[in-house]
């Protein structure tokens, strides 16, 4: 009697183990966020990070200029109760204070190109010394039998020029008139009940340098990140070619064709709500040529629940000189480029914040693992992380 309970005992203890492991070998392919290192709320009390006012309407891109600099841009629009604030933004780091924020001083004239200041502004990067890109997220058009009658963004690329203080700053914005976001043709979708409306939201940015050259005699590889979402379509990676050699009047990106665009899915797609999953909503280049992004998921009420990614996508294919080196999966055959790995690298999560952006590491950590992290938690204000965790 006793063996054959034993026997029965090894035998529901057999099916159980059984069980579970077929469970996760079931699923082990439906989840495909496998690092387990989540970013916890940042508190007041949280040396980790950095809360900002919420009248700064959070952190939608950013680019370290130097070892105790980073430049945050924030998304406000040109209605009556955002056109005075501040667009840009400094967080400077210093032993005495640690992290503080200073505005960046932009006149609203100085956005001159089109006597508008800047709407929706959602990434920036930088060139060189205190030379920036920053750039609005696209183009909105209002469509009536396929002809565009009005334009509500205008999907402008701004190069500025930063001159930092202490606790301050400004900036003088350069007139180039052609300096552009490429014109991608999203699908037409209803938004509202007047006109059919086709929107681009262009919410990443990363800059490298693709030449010897110094200075005004410099060109760099501009890549842009389409953020997917709001629909059926998927993220998407654009890039050109910048030459600051040109005279400014006869700038832009050379940007390459629909055909060299690579369709990007983030990983953690299929875990959320699809159409409000942000595939693109920040991009980074390191000093190893390595690409990044972050995506995330938005509920489009500017409030809570958000959840977010920090993933590699790829490298970046320059030149194999002594100015760059060689970066992994690059034959060096075609022009500059970003090559995607062909299976993403999740280096982090949060189920608290909402990431918009990513760049350089505060401190002098620049060729090391670890990356800065911006939020963008909208009502709740914007978040700094100097450096993602171990």
């Known amino acids: 009697m006793k063996a054959n309970k034993l026997l029965a005992g090894v035998i529901i203890a057999f099916l159980i183990i059984l069980a579970v492991y077929g469970f996760i070998f079931r699923h082990a392919d439906t989840t495909p966020l496998t690092k387990p290192d989540n970013l916890g709320r940042c508190t007041a009390s949280d040396t980790g990070c950095i809360r900002y006012k919420s009248k700064y309407r959070g952190i939608s891109g950013s680019a370290k200029l130097n070892e105790n600099s980073h430049l945050v841009v924030h998304d406000l629009h040109t209605g009556p109760r955002q056109i005075h604030l501040n667009r840009l933004g400094i967080i400077h780091a210093s032993a005495d204070d640690g992290y503080t924020y200073s505005p960046v001083n932009i006149e ?3 956005w001159n190109r089109s006597g508008k200041a800047s709407d929706d502004m959602e990434s920036a990067c ?8 920053v750039a609005e997220s696209g183009r909105t058009d209002k469509r009536i039998n396929g ?8 999907g402008r690329i701004f190069h500025l020029r ?49 030449n010897p050259g110094t200075g005004e005699d410099a060109k760099y590889l501009v890549i842009v990140g389409e953020r997917g979402g709001k629909g059926s379509h998927t993220g998407s990676l654009h890039w050109g070619e910048y030459d600051t050699g040109q005279p400014l009047s006869e700038r832009k990106i050379k940007w390459t064709t629909s055909a060299d665009t690579q369709g990007i899915v983030a990983p953690g797609k299929g875990l959320f709500k699809d159409p409000e999953w942000r595939d693109i909503s920040g991009l980074h280049i390191d000093a190893r040529h390595r690409l990044f ?10 409030t809570p629940p958000y959840q977010s990614v920090l993933y590699q996508l790829g490298v970046v294919c320059a030149d194999q000189t002594e100015h760059h080196g060689k970066a992994a999966l690059c034959d060096y055959t075609s022009p500059a480029r970003p090559v995607l790995l062909g299976t993403y690298s999740v280096l982090l999560t949060s189920d608290h914040h909402k990431f918009e952006s990513v760049a350089a590491p505060g401190g002098d950590l620049q060729a090391g693992g670890k990356l800065s992290i911006g939020a963008e938690d909208e009502d709740d204000g914007g978040v ?6 171990d």
């Not at 930088?126 to 890109?133: T, Y």
């Not at 700094?384 to 965790?389: A, F, I, K, L």
């Open 108 to 110: 609203m004239s100085a």
């Open 126 to 133: 930088r060139l060189s010394d205190n030379e920036v890109l």
């Open 147 to 154: 002809e565009i009658i009005h334009q509500d963004w205008l």
């Open 162 to 210: 930063l001159e930092l203080a202490e606790k301050s700053a400004t900036a003088t914005v350069f007139d180039i008139p052609d300096l552009r976001l490429p014109d991608i043709s999203e699908p037409v979708f209803e938004e509202s009940n007047d006109f059919p409306h086709s929107k681009e939201n262009f919410e990443g940015m990363a800059c490298v340098q693709i």
């Open 293 to 302: 992004a972050t995506a995330a998921y938005d509920s489009g009420s500017d």
């Open 384 to 389: 700094w992380w100097p450096q993602t965790p």
